[in-house]
C-alpha cells in the first residue's frame, strides 16, 4: 500500500515562502508526482508535475517563476518550493503520486495574508 503525506504548510504573509514535502512510503517511488490544490468554493486546481526518474516538471501558468517541484530519490520525498505567495496561492495543496495520480496525500493547509 502507497501512502503520501504532506508536511510544511502554513500561514505566510504575501511574499514570503515555504516548502511543502510529500513523503513516499510503501514502495519505491518510479512514475510521477504532482501537486494540486483547492481553494474554499473551487474545484481541485494542478499546480506541477516532475517525472520521479528524469526529473521533468511542468507548472501551471499561475505558479510559473514562483513554485519549483523536485524530488529526492534517496528520501523517496518530493517538494514544492513556494516563493513570492500571494494571496490567491490560500488552499488546501495535495499531492498526488503514480501513473494516473492513484495515489493522494491529506492535504496541507497553506494560508497567505495580505
Known amino acids: 500500500q502507497v501512502q503520501l503525506v504532506e508536511s510544511g504548510g502554513g500561514l505566510v504573509q504575501a511574499g514570503g515562502s515555504l516548502r511543502l514535502s510529500c513523503a513516499v512510503s510503501g514502495r519505491t517511488f518510479n512514475s510521477k508526482m504532482a501537486w494540486f490544490r483547492q481553494a474554499p468554493g473551487k474545484g481541485r486546481e494542478f499546480v506541477a508535475y516532475?517525472?520521479?526518474?528524469?526529473?521533468?516538471?511542468d507548472y501551471a501558468d499561475s505558479v510559473k517563476g514562483r513554485f519549483t517541484i523536485s524530488r529526492d530519490n534517496t528520501k523517496n520525498t518530493g517538494y514544492l518550493q513556494m516563493n513570492s505567495l500571494k494571496p490567491e496561492d490560500t488552499a488546501v495543496y495535495y499531492c498526488?503520486?503514480?501513473?494516473?495520480?492513484?495515489?493522494w496525500g491529506q492535504g496541507t493547509q497553506v494560508t497567505v495574508s495580505s
Open positions: 498526488a503520486g503514480g501513473p494516473t495520480y492513484n495515489y
Open positions: 516532475i517525472i520521479w526518474s528524469g526529473g521533468t516538471t
